[in-house]
């Protein structure tokens, strides 16, 4: 790769086109068939109200799962996106109800919180060599403790800030069209994604990020700093994770210290589901949002079948094995 390909679109796109359509086919047909499957076994299924809440549960880990989209595109990993969220959202906690401040620097404040300590993410995998694993998952150790620190160990509820529940419960949709009160938490989801998706496919920051994947050391040679676009990628990913703070925090209407753990599960099996290759260098965000969708609808659909909560543990557990496979087996015939 020379620099002069770096700033263009690689020739590796269209073959990442051609498998990412083929992969968001695949996946956005195995999301028709549970809908289907999960109608005809509950008629509770498809009620309305039913179909708001799958939307409302996917907006939290859609968010979490672009985010994570970002990282492993780079052929990294996030183990931290769960905890980072709850960190996030205890910051804002502080900011609002703590400290008093006003709603816009609470949202500001979570995001920067959240970019801040995925910049720091960034810098141990792109400075000290650390590997992402291990780097995420002692910064997923490290906000949790420290969400429990800064919060006392307690929820801390924003009763007192006006709106605030708003954010993700809200309906500026159903307010125009009151048949479809699609929650704006929804309508943030399709915000970022689709900010996301313009990012990778339009900017050099995409570019990158899809060539770090593919082929890092020739893309170091070329001259490009792949250590400071590897550390604005973890830094954007980051501060994605705030959002989704935001939205968890603003949904429960409080900052729960002790959650977080697992979200980032979901995430990455949303984004493996979704056809991003875990080698990194192929993924769409289209692609994350159809998967978000499936373990959504999967999650919802045991639950409405009385399913146990352990049974639902482990047929997620399937799921994420199933598609880490399906990854492998599209690697080697690519």
Known sequence: MTAVNATKRPSIFSHLIDTGAHQKMLAFASLVLLLVGF????PNFMQMSNMLAILQATSVNGVLAVAATLVIITGGIDLSVGT???FCAVIAGVILTKAGLPLPLGLIGAIGAGALCGLTSGTLVAKAKIPPFIATLGMMLVLKGLSLVISGTRPIYFNDTPGFDQIARGSLIGEIFPAFPVPNGVLILFLIAGAAAYILSRTVLGRYTFALGSNEESVRLSGVNTEAWKMGIYALAGGICGVAGILI????????PALGLGYEL?????????????????GTIMGTLIGALIMAVLTN??????????????VTGVIIILAVYADMVRKGKT
Do not use: Y
């Open 39 to 42: 109608s005809i076994a509950s």
């Open 84 to 86: 980072l969220m709850t």
């Open 249 to 256: 925090a603003s949904r429960l209407n409080s900052a729960q």
């Open 266 to 282: 979901e995430a990455i099996a949303a984004v493996v589901i979704g056809g991003t290759s875990l080698a990194g260098g192929r």
């Open 301 to 314: 659909g045991l639950r409405v079948l009385s399913v146990a909560q352990e049974w639902q543990t482990v």
